[in-house]
């Protein structure tokens, strides 16, 4: 039994499968559903989880070379909202770019896990180191 670290068996099996350069996506509460992509929705109500949340989570035991966020992410949220962002992602390089871009990269991805997340373009990829 798991004692500690991640204990969701759908997002460590998820996880697990995530090689070198693959992409898996962490994404807020209204991002759009893919057939055919696993998702694995950890939802409860508004804000529980975010984004912040599951990336502090994965952070200990996930390699990550890159994240890609939205472009209108800096624009449409507080800096305090993106600081806490830049913390969670702190020592991962950010790329931004236009939100319809970032969607286009979404079916190449091993998988999403969708939160609760009420925060505007409070999206991240993160590519695999």
Known sequence: MLKTGLLN??????V???R????????DRGFPY???LETVDISLVDDVPTVVEVLNALR????????IMAAEFPQQNKPQICDRFAQA??????????HIELK???????????TGDTIQYANVILVSG
Do not use: C, D, K
């Open 20 to 27: 070198h350069t693959n992409l898996l996506v962490i994404a």
């Open 60 to 67: 200990p035991n996930f390699s990550a070379a890159q994240a």
């Open 9 to 14: 068996p759908h997002i460590l099996a998820l």
């Open 104 to 114: 286009r990269r979404v079916p190449s991805a091993v998988g999403l896990i969708r």
């Open 34 to 36: 893919w057939p055919g």
């Open 89 to 98: 992602l702190a020592g991962i390089p950010v790329v931004y770019e236009p």
């Open 16 to 18: 697990a499968r995530v």
